[in-house]
């Protein structure tokens, strides 16, 4: 089955920088959808930021735009999120996931997760 393990969480004081990667099993190419979630304590799960596979385009939410930068290294099946100008809200459990077979940008639709890296920003 295909694995997807995420790797960058950390602490960092407001305004530092993290960048989270998530390696991908077999060809990325299979998915449609490729995505980072985010989920704090008592809030729901929320996407945050996506790359569609097939046509190369990304997609930012408003809380993260222009701060957040999602990539992915074909080379090495890998998928990035640069973020820059941290907040204390930023702080939550940060997921990667795929879905398969055109999925919407919601958790629900997604076919396969990472287990989660903790990002916590002081202020």
């Known amino acids: 089955q295909v694995q997807l393990a995420e790797s960058g969480g950390g602490s960092v004081q407001a305004g530092g920088s993290l960048r989270l990667s998530c390696v991908v099993s077999g060809d990325t190419a299979s998915f449609y959808l490729m995505g980072w979630f985010r989920q704090a304590p008592g809030k729901e799960r929320e996407g945050i930021a996506a790359?569609?596979?097939?046509?190369?385009?990304?997609y930012y939410v408003d809380s993260v735009k222009g701060r957040f930068t999602i990539s992915l290294d074909n080379a090495t099946n890998t998928l990035d999120l640069q973020m820059n100008d941290l907040k204390p809200e930023d702080t939550a459990m940060y997921y990667c996931?795929?879905?398969?077979?055109?999925?919407?940008?919601?958790?629900?639709?997604?076919?396969?997760w990472g287990k989660g890296t903790l990002v916590t920003i002081s202020s």
């Open positions: 790359r569609y596979t097939r046509a190369g385009s990304t």
């Open positions: 996931a795929a879905g398969v077979t055109w999925p919407s940008f919601n958790p629900r639709d997604m076919d396969y």
